[in-house]
């Protein structure tokens, strides 16, 4: 209860997804919270549901000016931010030979350029402090290889190494810089508004090979942010947590004594 009382953060991506299930669960806890997204209906609403501790603004994260004009509301309306969640990410699957100039930048622009210029941002203001805690949410997929991710990939494996960068020139002005590295959370990023019987079917059967052997749920992820964010990890820096259900480590051999049984 209570554990980020008196604690303004700013949240990336908030609109929908990790990003919504953090901010109910920061105010909860009792944080101010300045929700960014580009997607704004859903933003506004999720601003209301908060109250007044809250507020949402179109933010787009690879809009180095977009930073300055939340950042700067951030500061005249609470007094100063304390926490940044890096939440805001977007998603391609095709392979490499498919993939355009165009659609690689992007997707390393939203992802990894978005959260440098976050932390370019808030830095000052937390160093300023002498306290504060950014969050980067990167992805198992920046943790490990996989087929038809390779501009995804990138931008996580560059956000875990800004991460560790980020640390080692925070940390002696007091400010901790972590990594959470999700895998197979049900949100709108992952997931079919409709899906079809076999494709429940097949998500089921993939996640079997799983050491959890489930997908897991966007609140499970915020309580990650939470602690990474509180006090709680006040000696936590520069490190990099996995919240995917063991995917990280790797899929069962089905065909091994003691695998589980697919139906
Ligand atoms: N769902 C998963 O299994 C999973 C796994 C690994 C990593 N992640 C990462 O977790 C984060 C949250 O994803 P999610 O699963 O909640 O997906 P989501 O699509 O529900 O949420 C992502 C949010 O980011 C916002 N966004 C996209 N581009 C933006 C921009 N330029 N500026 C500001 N906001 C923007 C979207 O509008 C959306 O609200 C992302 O960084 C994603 O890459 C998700």
Request: charged share 20%; aromatic share 6%; net charge neutral.
């Amino acid at each position: 209860m209570n554990r980020l009382a008196h604690k303004t953060a700013i949240i990336t991506g908030a609109a929908r997804g990790m990003g919504a299930a953090t901010a109910r669960l920061f105010a909860a806890e009792g944080a101010r919270l300045v929700l960014g997204d580009v997607l704004d209906a859903e933003g506004e609403a999720l601003a209301r549901e908060l109250g007044p501790a809250a507020f949402f603004r179109h933010h787009d994260v690879a809009d180095e000016a977009s930073w300055s004009a939340l950042l700067g509301e951030a500061t005249s309306r609470f007094g100063g931010v304390d926490i940044l969640i890096n939440n805001a990410g977007v998603l391609l699957m095709k392979g490499l030979m498919d993939i355009s100039k165009q659609e690689f930048e992007r997707i390393l622009g939203i992802n990894l350029v978005g959260s440098f210029l976050g932390i370019k941002a808030v830095a000052p203001q937390l160093i300023a402090r002498g306290a504060g805690s950014i969050v980067n949410i990167s992805s198992v997929d920046g943790l490990k290889g996989t087929n038809a991710m390779g501009a995804y990939a990138s931008s996580k494996w560059g956000l875990r190494g800004l991460t560790k960068v980020a640390a080692m020139e925070l940390g002696p002005r007091g400010v901790r810089v972590n990594s959470v590295h999700p895998g197979g959370i049900a949100t709108p990023m992952t997931t079919h508004p409709n899906p079809s019987p076999e494709v429940e079917a097949g998500t089921r059967r993939y996640f079997k090979t799983m050491p959890l052997g489930r997908m897991g749920i966007a609140d499970e992820v915020a309580h990650v942010n939470l602690f990474l964010a509180s006090d709680d990890a006040s000696y936590v820096s520069g490190a990099e947590i996995a919240v995917d259900g063991g995917m990280s480590i790797g899929p069962y051999y089905m065909s091994q004594p003691g695998a589980p049984k697919l139906d």
